[in-house]
């Protein structure tokens, strides 16, 4: 059996194999299928300095293996988190990985002193989210304002690892790589989701009650292996690779093409246990490949 | 808790081109798990289909070697059609029992409202409930009221009244005018459970409140996980709060939603 840790902005993952945020609310739910401790790590669902209500519905399509989603970050605000859900969460032998947007760079700064404080093994910051209005995605798409965020996140995080999620609604991924890699980020995350948007042909109408969504699932992998590919090239910062894995194969080659560790999101809806089956996957390619460690498999791509 | 299971395909019945009546065996979900009518199950629709389908149920009885539940579907889009060509000894992947039900338990009268494919989930309270109770059952047309589901109401209820939007069965028009109807000469029901699209649901809703009768409303939505992590499938209401079809409901009190959300 193959050593399944890896390392990520030097916190040690017992696997590589982490929850995407949003697709895994604060853990409660799905840990009626399994223990939470079985998983390298939880993204937790993303948080916002007061509560938020979010979109209204329809808030999900599903398209040709993928889904849209619209939830416009519905979250009980970070307080409420560090009260009720941390302490759940912090039950379980696992990472907990805070996921954080704000309306501001400092913002993001009162977030950040809040969960260091509270003791979260990770903050991932949200410079991409597709759908809401104010900050969110404007932040994941202008370097300078995503160098901004990062500065702000970790000036305030206490040591806490910081983690920026990239928006692949780029012209170039990179650009936006180096500019957060230059502001001090810990780690990146990519890629979150790409802007979509389904019609009903019959009454003309948008499927989602905003229109357009964010595309996930296994429509994504190839964009996300891609992106990550990329950016691994750009950046020395370790990465944690998403995008449609849903099983280990697809964790393989976003290890391949250079993350560190994966997230599995989208799969979750039709498997709860798909991220364990992503893990026992990726186990045994490495395994096969006859690696000592599932690790080795980063960045291990033969480019033509 | 195992929720995921594989569950076999006992009978499978098409009621008409869009409607089909198929019953599972669902191991011992009934006996040791309380699933009941007005719950759902999450059924994976094929390789095909990303998302699995709340498919709600109609009736759960338990049985040897397993319990049944009867799940009365239409075809709406690939999912359900996939569902509708499965043949009695196939096998679905299952998630259930999920989200709520009506509540019930408080001895008295009640008063079941269905509209189209939304009277399958009041079956179980038409034919079972311990309670006395009337139904009021909508359909488009008299060709949409199966004898197969409107007589297990029929043999059961005080009185059974049947409403076609087009008059080709019972009365001509909506259910909440004969909903009024009922409330006016008796007031005396212990709740309304009403169980149909949005439109007709608000509509029982109001007329349920005029008359300051509890009604109880099974909401439906696009979901996503079924289980409540994913936040997709919102309800507004009326304090401004968000709740989740999939988990808090399907069945809200229906004084609780925000019906202009």
Redesign the interface.
Known sequence: MPDMSVKLAGVTLKNPVVVASGTFGFGREYSRFYDLGELGGICAKGLTLHPRTGNPAPRIAETPMGILNSVGLENPGVDVFIAEELPFLRQFDTKVIANISGNTPEEYGVMCEKLSAAGVDMIEVNISCPNVKAGGLAYGTRPELAAEVTEEAKKHANGVPVMVKLSPNVTDITEIAKAVEGAGADALSLINTIRGMRIDVNTRRPILRMNTGGLSGPAVLPVAVRMVWEVSQAVSLPILGMGGVSKGEDGAQLMLAGASAVAVGTALFADPFAPLKVRDGLADIAARQGLSAVSELTGGVKPW | ????SKCRIVEMTRLDAVTFWMVLEVGKMVEKRGLRGGQFLHI?CGDG????RPISVACAVPDEPEDLATLIFEVRGE?TEWLSRRKVGDELDV?GPLGNGFDAAQPGRYLLVGGGIGVPPLMQYGECLQWPRTAVLGFRTGAKAFPAITSRFQDHCEQTCICTDDGTLGRHGFVDAQVRDILERDRSYTAVLACGPKPMLKSVAKAAAEFGVPCQVSME????????????????MKD???RHVC?DGPVFNAEEVDWD?
């Not at chain 2, 808790?1 to 995921?4: A, D, G, T, V, Y």
């Not at chain 2, 289909?49 to 699995?52: S, V």
Request: aromatic share 0%.
């Open positions: 808790m195992n929720i995921e994976k289909q990303l998302l699995r999912g998630m939505e696009r979901m996503g996980c079924g289980v409540g992590a994913c936040l997709v499938c919102s309800c507004g401004g709060s968000v988990k959300a």
